[in-house]
T-cell receptor, first 114, second 115 residues
């Protein structure tokens, strides 16, 4: 079965540093998403992306965050200046169409900000 | 605002026993409801979903869930649990009526299975 791939599985960074989390969505999918889960809390929607632009974003997704599809296969989440509270598991997801009916999630990147 | 509550943080059941994981939601219109499972080191896998129609929905791995509008619930059930079912289970509601990828998740219920 096709799958969403996320790299790295774990990332450790210093506060204030920039990080880029990478995702390879399923090849024929057109809609892309980032979610995050802070330890012990809910999985939260961050942003959705389609046709090279953000479709929707949550209040969490402030100016420190950006997303990009730099080529035909990758989808990235950049955090410009990480804070301690950015420590979380970040999940990428993709879907073939604009529906939650068939979201495919990656296995996540655990980001630790020290 | 939409919200999802999973009242049980951790449940332990014996292998072969039945299972019910609770989920309550708050949503103004007809909800689009989902159950996801996350095994250690894995992504979120869709178990089943409810959009409309029959309120008892069947999913993968022998799971089912029943939508009860009067109780605002969408509880997940399995008649006989297997050790491989040990995982974390998340209930979610589609924030945009299911037509968008913005899902509201519950905090999850961790399931442990005793031999």
């Amino acid at each position: 079965e096709p799958e969403v791939t996320q790299t790295p599985s774990h990332q450790v960074t210093q506060m204030g540093q920039e990080v880029i989390l990478r995702c390879v969505p399923i090849s024929n999918h057109l809609y892309f998403y980032w979610y995050r889960q802070i330890l012990g809390q809910k999985v939260e929607f961050l942003v959705s992306f389609y046709n090279n632009e953000i479709s929707e974003k949550s209040e969490i997704f402030d100016d420190q965050f950006s997303v990009e599809r730099p080529d035909g296969s990758n989808f990235t989440l950049k955090i410009r200046s990480t804070k301690l509270e950015d420590s979380a598991m970040y999940f990428c997801a993709s879907s073939e169409w604009w529906s939650a009916e068939k979201l495919f999630f990656g296995s996540g990147t655990q980001l630790s900000v020290l | 605002a939409q919200s999802v509550t999973q009242p049980d943080i951790h449940i332990t059941v014996s292998e072969g026993a039945s299972l019910e994981l609770r989920c309550n939601y708050s949503y103004g219109a007809t909800p689009y409801l989902f159950w996801y499972v996350q095994s250690p080191g894995q992504g979120l896998q869709l178990l089943l979903k409810y959009f409309s129609g029959d309120t008892l929905v069947q999913g993968i791995k022998g799971f089912e869930a029943e939508f009860k509008r009067s109780q605002s619930s969408f509880n997940l059930r399995k008649p006989s649990v297997h050790w491989s079912d040990a995982a974390e289970y998340f209930c979610a509601v589609g924030a945009g009526g299911g037509s968008q990828g913005n899902l509201i998740f519950g905090k999850g219920t961790k399931l442990s299975v005793k031999p």
